[in-house]
Each structure stands twice: as C-alpha cells, then as structure tokens.
C-alpha cells in the first residue's frame, strides 16, 4: 500500500487535495538486466593467459581468467584493492601471501590488500577462473589495460 504524508493514496485523493499532485514528479529508471553465459566468453590464446571482462563499473570489476596448461599471471600485488579468485573449470596452483596451494572447479580464495597473488595453470588441462576485484584498482585506466 503506498502512502502519501501519512494517508493512503485512496485517502488523500478522497480529501479533493491536487495540489500536491501536481508537484508529484516520479523518475523512473529503467535499465535492463546484464547476464552473461560464461562459456560463451571464454577464449584461449596459446600465445598468453587470457583476461577478458565480464563487468566493470567504478567499484569493481569481474573478469573470467583463460589459462593453458603452462601459462602463468605473475605474483604481484594491489594496496588498496581485495581480489577474489574462483575456479569454474580445471585446477591451478594459486599464491596468497607466502602460500602456494592446488585449487580445482568449485574452489574460491581471496588475496586482501597488499597481499601477493598470482596463478598458475600446472596441470595438462586448461583452466578457467572467474575474478573480481573490489574497490577497481584502475578505473580511468581500466580500458586499456588488462586487471
């Protein structure tokens, strides 16, 4: 039920009151829900361990990670920024902080700010990682440069 200055919308216009319903302005925004089909998306380079963005905004992004067997994203690290990796498909060797571990299809870590991550595809299947990063660590530069 909505109400108007206290009184149900049937009542207010039973009080014969339009002035203030010649003010009501109503914005409406309508915007259509993103979804992407993830093995739509997905492409595989033997040259290099592909990034491609699923979205973006100020705030973050979501990225799917495409590893060969072999391929590599180097260990580095962002201050201000948390990275979120989850295998959807396949198993690697991911670094948090000081510690190396195997994970496979089903499996999530997190690297917190300042922390060193990376991964690497060590087995004779491909890999396939969804990514989020959170706040974006390079918003103005985000077109043209990879996360």
Known sequence: ?????????????AEGTTDYFR?????VTIQSMEVRKIT???QFS???????????SPRMFCDIYCLEPGQKQRVHSHEGNDKIYYVVQG???????????????G??????????????NTSTARLTCLVFMAPHASWKDSTSQGH
Request: aromatic share 6%; with cysteine; proline share 0%.
């Open 46 to 56: 033997s040259e290099k361990m592909q990034k491609l963005n699923l979205f973006e």
């Open 23 to 27: 003010t009501l302005r109503v914005e």
């Open 107 to 120: 499996e999530i870590t997190c690297a917190f700010s300042g922390e060193l991550h990376g991964v690497e």
């Open 40 to 42: 739509q998306v997905v």
């Open 1 to 13: 039920m909505e109400y108007v200055q206290g009184k149900t919308l049937k009542e207010k216009l």
């Open 91 to 105: 198993e690697g060797r991911f670094t948090i902080g000081q510690e190396m571990r195997l994970l496979k299809s």
